[in-house]
């Protein structure tokens, strides 16, 4: 940190990866001024929720809350809301913001999160076409889920993604007529194996929803009013909706850093510690892509990635090393059904199956050749924590031994 002591360190998103990175930056002996810049109204909160239980409306607002406004000043964090961030003059170490006005910085995170993609297609802005990815979002959803229950119309989820079948089941659970087109020929086809992803298509069917594979959108409809009035396909058929959820992935938010002359590659690039090719500024969180020691980059959109990436960003300002390499992990939860996936199974060319698939209660384990690499556990969290621990520690079954519920997995990390 090359700015004299006294500019601070500015960090830009207050959501898990800005939060976590603030509070790693003060447990680490950081004394100086943390100024944390959200653009949302709202102060930090948790995102899981927002497609499940904040959207169901089985959850209150203080529920939702990461870190309130008091406790974050009580460790000295300065948080500001609604502020928004045009540029970043890297030679100066200042920040222009959306009211014309500057901010120094001592050391910069950026922690700028993702945004929704959008759907490229005609109609596409009409109203009751939503993305969720905030709060707000989030609320706006459920307003429009309780409208269309009132008037007895259908839900169209476009994606069938986690963030699309997390919407799917909670509209289908509030009693909704419920459609998920997606394009590709089995759902969550870039992150499963097939068996798993069989499994979820049936999941979801057995609780009534309409699945369409292969499904191509060709243009959003509209009624008398201008809103959404139904979903036209390729082939001219329309699936009726009053409300239309788009969730085809999401875009790194690294316009700000791509301005400022920052290296960037479908998200802000950087190293194991969330160092940038800046030395004065580090990155955390959705809007990273982690270079790996291949050369090859990473991207993961996790709570676990956004809080390690800030503790590792936060130990790179104060001139330490705490560079994140432990196994991945992420969650859904769909129905009563709760999916934990270790390590990434990009790559595998082979699968065993420990548990009943018919009864809910199993897990899917990834290798490559003879080597597990990851792990996807349904209502399986023991086997997901066990997984983890031989991930971390390279230890791997064979396929026999993984598909053996009568082999005790946790004796090959007795030494």
């Not at 169209?156 to 419920?178: D, M, N, Q």
Request: hydrophobic share 45%.
């Amino acid at each position: 940190m090359n700015a004299e002591a006294a500019a601070g360190i500015v960090i830009v998103g207050a959501g898990q990866a800005g939060v976590m990175t603030a509070e790693a930056l003060r447990s680490g002996g950081y004394e100086g001024s943390i100024t944390m810049l959200g653009d949302e109204p709202h102060g930090p909160y948790h995102r899981p929720p927002l497609s499940k239980a904040w959207m169901a409306g089985e959850i209150a607002a203080a529920q939702l809350v990461m870190r309130a406004p008091e406790m974050l000043a009580r460790k000295n964090i300065t948080l500001r809301t609604g502020v928004t961030v045009k540029a970043i003059d890297r030679s100066t170490q200042t920040l222009i913001l959306g009211d014309g006005s500057t901010l120094p910085y001592a050391g910069l995170v950026l922690a700028t999160g993702s945004t929704p993609r959008a759907l490229p297609l005609p109609g596409s802005d009409a109203p009751g076409v939503l993305a969720l990815r905030t709060r707000d979002d989030a609320s706006t959803i459920a307003d429009r889920l309780a409208a269309c229950i009132e008037q007895e119309r259908p839900v169209v989820v476009i994606g069938g993604g986690f963030i699309g079948l997390e919407v799917a089941a909670t509209a289908r659970k509030k009693g909704l007529a419920v459609t998920v087109l997606e394009a590709a020929p089995r759902l969550l086809g870039r992150v499963l194996a097939p068996v798993l992803s069989d499994w979820y298509a049936e999941l979801h069917r057995g609780h009534g929803v309409q699945l369409m594979l292969g499904a191509q959108v060709a243009a959003i409809e509209t009624g008398a009013d201008g809103a959404v009035s139904g979903v036209k396909l390729a082939d001219g058929s329309v699936v009726p909706a009053g409300l239309v959820v788009v969730g085809i992935g999401v875009s790194a938010n690294d316009q700000l850093a791509q301005a400022a002359g920052l290296a960037c590659d479908r998200g802000i690039v950087v190293d194991a510690c969330g160092r940038t090719s800046d030395s004065s500024i580090v990155a955390a969180g959705d809007c990273t892509a982690r270079r790996l020691a291949d050369g090859s980059l990473l991207r993961l959109e996790s709570v676990q990635n956004a809080t390690e990436q800030g503790k590792s960003a936060a130990a790179a300002l104060l001139g330490q090393e705490r560079p994140f390499t432990a196994t991945p992990w992420f969650w859904s939860d769909q129905y009563d059904k709760k999916l934990q996936m270790a390590g990434l199974s990009m790559g595998a060319d082979g699968w065993a199956v420990r548990g009943d698939m018919a009864a809910g209660t199993f897990t899917v384990y990834h290798f490559k050749g003879e080597q597990l690499i990851a792990a996807d556990s349904v209502n399986a969290s023991k086997d997901h924590l066990l997984v983890r621990k031989l991930l971390d520690a390279g230890v791997s079954p064979t396929r026999e031994q993984a598909g053996d519920v009568g082999f005790d997995l946790a004796s090959l990390l007795v030494k």
